[in-house]
């Protein structure tokens, strides 16, 4: 089953819904970079968190979520888009811890708690929105559900789950957000409440099968939802050759000169797909041929 996103509405509007199956997106970026489980774990959830919010956006509307918790994994930075484009990496890929008390991945540890979690959406003006708030908890979940909140203003439930198989490839992983709007009804928020607090871990029922339309049912109660929107899911880089045949020019011709000199040849590497372009001493040339002094 490939992976997709779905948008949707419940108590007849009184809540917005998005639901996501990001496995192969997420498989794709543990391949890609080599994550150990701990560090595919928040990867992965910061990914799936990512996209549901980059769903939230329209047209040609993106958005970069940074996470600098002061952990050993480093900084953590994903990009995503309104179409259900996706990319992502760790500074340090290769983090792993034993289980936590939960008997689960040390996410917490990982990323740590000391940092901001920042949001900087591009919506096609001339100034980026940009939204920053303190990590609280580092297990990325209640980190979104609190960004959210306090610099959206939304009243909003974040969940976000990887399992990861013993040959550290992805067994499962998704989420989920769940926001109300204003004037919800009482009854319906403890309602809410209640199936979040006894409902099994998100990425144990993407791991049963359940798509993303049947996790909010889960939630939300199947009567409940309507499902106004489904979007596929897929890692995207928006690197090329082209790229960074434009950030070698811009280095000038003297710096291009010296790498001519020195190796004769040049190779790129993109952080966030692992990429790797090379350039010939032939192709240098033509580059210097472009740059300014």
Same mark, same amino acid.
């Given at each position: 089953m490939s992976d997709y996103l779905v948008k949707?509405?419940?108590?007849n509007g009184q809540v917005r819904a998005y639901a996501v199956r990001s496995t192969e997106t997420v498989g794709e970026a543990q391949r890609r970079h080599y994550t150990w489980p701990t560090a595919s774990a928040a990867l992965g959830r910061a990914m799936s968190a990512t996209v549901m919010l980059g769903a939230m956006l329209q047209g040609e509307d993106k958005l970069t979520v940074k996470i600098e918790g002061g952990g050993p994994i480093g900084a953590i930075l994903v990009d995503s888009n309104a179409k259900g484009e996706v990319r992502g990496y760790v500074t340090n890929p290769q983090t792993h811890f034993d289980l936590n008390e939960q008997g689960k991945l040390d996410v917490r540890r990982a990323v740590? &708690?000391?940092g901001m979690l920042s949001v900087v959406k591009d919506i096609g003006?001339?100034?980026?929105? &940009?939204?920053? =708030?303190?990590? =609280?908890?580092? #297990?990325?979940? #209640?980190?979104?559900?609190?960004?959210?909140?306090?610099?959206e203003q939304i009243p909003s439930s974040v969940g976000v789950g990887v399992l990861v198989n013993p040959d550290n490839s992805i067994l499962a992983a998704g989420g989920f957000i769940i926001q109300l709007m204003p004037g919800t009804e009482e009854e319906t928020i403890t309602a809410i409440e209640n199936h979040l607090k006894n409902m099994t871990p998100v990425s144990k029922l993407i791991e049963k099968g359940l798509t993303p339309e049947e996790l909010l049912f889960e939630i939300l109660g199947k009567e409940n939802v309507k499902i106004l929107e489904t979007m596929? =899911? &897929?890692?995207?880089?928006?690197?090329?050759? #082209?790229?960074f045949s434009n950030a070698i020019i811009s280095l000038g011709k003297d710096e291009i000169e010296d790498m001519i000199k020195e190796d004769g040849k040049? #190779?790129?590497?993109?952080?966030f797909c692992n990429e790797i372009y090379h350039f010939s001493e032939e192709e240098l040339e033509q580059l210097r041929e472009e740059a300014k002094e």
């Open positions: 949707g509405i419940a108590y740590g &708690t000391t003006l001339r100034d980026f929105f &940009t939204g920053q =708030v303190p990590i =609280v908890s580092g #297990e990325l979940g #209640e980190d979104f559900t609190y960004y959210l909140v306090t610099s596929p =899911v &897929t890692f995207r880089c928006t690197c090329s050759k #082209e790229r040049a #190779e790129a590497q993109c952080h």
